[in-house]
């Protein structure tokens, strides 16, 4: 047992400890961002402009190293945040990357877009998923972030329906904890009339609110965002959104948690006009239609069988060309530019009436 004045010494030793460390972290973080420079200029010598200077494959595999030379006392996916806003900075030295995300500030999508890319990236708020794409497309934004699928919930299908129009290609994901919470500028749930949200996230809290609140109406709104502006200013209104966006829109928090599942996740897809590398551990997102024959799918699904390539998900979406015909959504493990799956999708494109690859990503790190 130390004395009091031992303790105090000690605490003194430890602190100036930390104060060293700091300058020495600070440092090395000063020496990391001037490399970061200096590849900016090597890219940018000879008055060629290399305009991709964000490299998904590159990234992925930098945070899985940290991951797995991580050996505490901090969490892996804490350790690995860190490094992410490192990187996001330095990054930003080389070239200022817009990203797009559905709007306004306080959604999923926004924390999604700041997990992926770090607080460095420059945000571009809009108004629908279709906008994402679209800013994405002319140029506006480098990249977007949209939602693809619900744990709960499965597809969302507005972002599988312009996947089957664009051009742009998926370069990355990310896995993102959903948990919602009811919001107001009442204090008590029997002076709400209407709850607003996504249309996903009222489904996502269907049975929360059936038992709790079977008098409100449901408004879908275009974004939980959204639906806490029309609580902010409507008394009799809540809206099911984030925390954070309580201290946003300054609205009481409610309740927390009133997500039906507890692990609910959402995992959004990072959209781009150009491909992402190999890094090593990779997904690859296709669409195919077969012709109308018996066993036609069986087959097609035989080939990724015959070499041991896992489907992850494998979802049907109708193709708006004809009636009664469907288009499928498939995920399935390695890069398209790797062998064996390489020319297992080169048999899947030459035996489907359609098919279109959406592009080959790493898995998500964390």
């Known amino acids: 047992m130390m004395t009091p004045s031992q303790e105090q010494q000690r605490l003194q030793e430890i602190r100036a400890g930390i104060d060293a460390l700091d300058m020495e972290i600070q440092q090395r973080i000063t020496e990391r961002a001037m490399l970061a420079q200096e590849v900016a200029h090597i890219k940018t010598q000879g008055g060629k402009v290399e305009t991709i200077f964000y490299r998904p494959e590159r990234e992925a595999?930098?945070?899985?190293?940290?991951?797995?030379?991580?050996?505490?006392?901090?969490?892996?996916?804490?350790?690995?945040?860190?490094?992410?806003?490192?990187?996001?900075?330095?990054?930003?030295?080389?070239?200022?990357?817009?990203?797009?995300?559905?709007?306004?500030?306080?959604?999923?999508?926004?924390?999604?877009?700041?997990?992926?890319?770090?607080?460095?990236?420059?945000?571009?708020?809009?108004?629908?998923?279709?906008?994402?794409?679209?800013?994405?497309?002319?140029?506006?934004?480098?990249?977007?972030?949209?939602?693809?699928?619900?744990?709960?919930?499965?597809?969302?299908?507005?972002?599988?329906?312009?996947?089957?129009?664009?051009?742009?290609?998926?370069?990355?994901?990310?896995?993102?904890?959903?948990?919602?919470?009811?919001?107001?500028?009442?204090?008590?749930?029997?002076?709400?009339?209407?709850?607003?949200?996504?249309?996903?996230?009222?489904?996502?809290?269907?049975?929360?609110?059936?038992?709790?609140?079977?008098?409100?109406?449901?408004?879908?709104?275009?974004?939980?965002?959204?639906?806490?502006?029309?609580?902010?200013?409507?008394?009799?209104?809540?809206?099911?959104?984030?925390?954070?966006?309580?201290?946003?829109?300054?609205?009481?928090?409610?309740?927390?948690?009133?997500?039906?599942?507890?692990?609910?996740t959402t995992r959004f897809w990072v959209i781009a006009r150009h491909a992402s590398g190999i890094s090593g551990l990779d997904k690859t997102a296709i669409i195919f239609s077969m012709p109308n024959r018996p066993g036609a799918l069986h087959e097609v699904l035989g080939y990724f069988a015959e070499k041991g390539i896992s489907l992850s998900r494998l979802t049907e979406r109708p193709s708006k060309q004809a009636k009664w015909s469907y288009v499928f959504y498939a995920d399935v493990e390695g890069h398209s530019e790797q062998d064996p799956l390489k020319s297992v999708l080169a048999k899947v494109a030459a035996n489907s009436s359609f098919y279109k690859l959406l592009g080959s990503f790493p898995v998500a790190p964390y």
């Open 61 to 264: 595999q930098v945070l899985r190293e940290v991951m797995h030379r991580n050996d505490g006392p901090l969490a892996d996916d804490v350790m690995a945040r860190l490094f992410r806003e490192i990187m996001s900075a330095c990054l930003a030295l080389e070239q200022p990357i817009r990203v797009a995300y559905l709007g306004p500030e306080g959604t999923f999508s926004q924390a999604a877009a700041i997990k992926h890319f770090g607080l460095s990236a420059q945000s571009l708020a809009v108004a629908s998923i279709a906008d994402v794409f679209q800013a994405v497309e002319t140029g506006r934004s480098d990249y977007g972030v949209v939602p693809i699928e619900n744990s709960t919930e499965g597809a969302v299908n507005i972002t599988q329906d312009l996947l089957l129009k664009t051009d742009l290609q998926v370069c990355g994901e990310v896995n993102l904890a959903i948990h919602h919470a009811l919001l107001a500028k009442q204090e008590e749930l029997t002076s709400i009339k209407v709850v607003a949200a996504h249309a996903q996230a009222l489904a996502q809290c269907r049975e929360w609110l059936h038992h709790n609140m079977p008098w409100a109406t449901q408004m879908p709104m275009e974004s939980n965002a959204a639906a806490a502006i029309y609580a902010s200013e409507h008394s009799d209104a809540a809206a099911i959104a984030s925390e954070q966006a309580s201290h946003l829109y300054d609205l009481r928090v409610l309740v927390n948690g009133i997500e039906d599942q507890p692990d609910n």
